[in-house]
């Protein structure tokens, strides 16, 4: 496989998948903050000349400015090359303000801490059963038999879709954003999608003749400025939310179990409870970073890092360079569970910031508990395969032994 900037910054194609499993994926991330923090990247076979932003002051710039920097044409590389997502205006994480504001406002009744704290009780007891299960079957690939079944759980929990549907759900969702393999076709992408939409269809149809105390429900029957949302944004929106529910967790969990592989001196640290676990939790989200990138559209003229961006350029800016900053984290390329402070950007910022960050947390906290309370040495049982996305990062297997230990 080539490298990343074997043929330097001008040679990276951030369009194709493949350069983010390259081993020098860390160099070309560097280099771009210091040599061209606010990159143009040309054009490819996958559509126009695109702005990259990898330095965290930059990154933050673009999330806190929803007036110059919008998402009403999506947020994501790919669909923003295609020529802009057919959900804008109507997915709570492509409208922009004023839609955005009321609809999330809605939305955050569902995902208040308050009514949270309640769900990461049923957390804990899924994260408990699935580590004891694997740690009395001795091997496992933890990104399947253990990862895979908390966040989607979860998620589908809130929105009330019923168990018998959740294991459909989750591999749908695999295939929309990211693939096993290298060579997944557009179209196998799409119907993924498709199949997702149409089942949320049916689910909101039915909760709006008999509703339930979950998100789906609330979605079908509320009213903003006294109008229903449509069938599109009901449907729309809770695929938004099996996405975002159940990616990001999910990767971050598979990540750190990897990377306690690879830093036993931090899972010693972990196990004998020398860092907090809140802390750890924040590392390993920064570490993973598992949505690399978000992107948006420049609604007028605006100047970044001293070049000139245009209104209608596509700006696509890079977590996973932000929380590798040197100017903002003291040896960034160093996995360090007691770092502090932490504020990295995972999660997003500003009026987009991801609304299940508290869930998120909640659940990769769960796994990590679990695995310190029950598991003595984590040991790989063969190569951990990357995913092949423009936009997640992480890995869809990782095969490990698990040896009993308590604490």
């Known amino acids: 496989m080539p490298t990343a900037v074997a043929d330097g910054l001008d040679h990276v194609n951030l369009t194709d998948p493949a350069t983010f499993v390259a081993p020098d994926i860390a160099d070309l991330w560097r280099r771009l903050r210091r040599d061209r923090p606010v990159h143009l990247h040309p054009a490819t076979e996958r559509g126009p000349a695109f702005w990259v932003l990898t330095r965290y002051a930059d990154v933050l710039t673009v999330y806190k400015d929803p007036e110059r920097f919008g998402s009403g044409q999506g947020n994501m590389l790919t669909s923003l090359l295609a020529g802009g997502d057919a959900a804008g205006g109507k997915l709570l994480a492509v409208t922009d303000p004023p839609r955005h504001t009321a609809v999330r406002m809605m939305l955050l009744k569902s ?82 999608r498709n199949e997702i939409l149409l089942y949320f269809a049916d689910l909101a149809q039915y909760r709006r003749s008999e509703p339930r105390d979950d998100v789906v429900s609330a979605l079908a029957t509320c009213r903003i400025e006294g109008e229903p949302l449509t069938e599109e944004e009901v449907v729309l929106n809770c695929y938004g939310l099996v996405l975002a529910g159940d990616e990001t967790s999910r990767l971050a969990m598979i990540g750190a179990v990897v990377n306690f592989t690879r830093h036993p001196g931090q899972w010693e640290a972990l196990r004998e409870e020398a860092v907090p676990l809140g802390g750890a939790v924040e590392e390993i989200l920064r570490w993973t970073t598992p949505a690399m990138h978000l992107g948006r559209t420049a609604r007028a003229d605006v100047t970044v890092g001293g070049r000139t961006i245009r209104a209608g350029d596509v700006v696509t800016a890079w977590n996973v360079s932000a929380n590798r900053d040197e100017e903002v984290f003291a040896d960034p390329e160093v996995f360090d569970l007691s770092r502090s402070p932490n504020k990295h950007l995972t999660f997003g910022y500003g009026p987009h910031f991801c609304l299940g960050a508290y869930l998120g947390r909640a659940e990769v906290a769960a796994m990590v508990d679990s695995l310190r309370r029950n598991v003595e040495t984590i040991e790989l049982t063969g190569e951990p395969k990357p995913l092949y996305s423009t936009f997640l990062r992480g890995y869809s297997s990782a095969p490990v032994h698990l040896s009993p230990g308590a604490r």
């Not at 990461?120 to 990862?147: M, P, Q, W, Y």
């Not at 979860?154 to 969702?173: F, K, M, Y």
């Open 111 to 192: 995902f208040s801490p308050r009514v949270l704290r309640l769900v990461a009780d049923g957390v804990r007891a899924r994260a408990e059963r699935l580590v004891t299960a694997a740690v009395a079957a001795g091997s496992c690939d933890f990104a399947r038999d253990v990862a895979e079944q908390v966040p989607m759980g979860t998620i589908c929990d809130l929105l009330g879709v019923p168990e018998s549907d959740q294991a459909e759900l989750l591999r749908l969702s695999k295939s929309s954003l990211s693939s096993d393999e290298p060579d997944q076709s557009d179209e196998a992408t799409r119907l993924a």
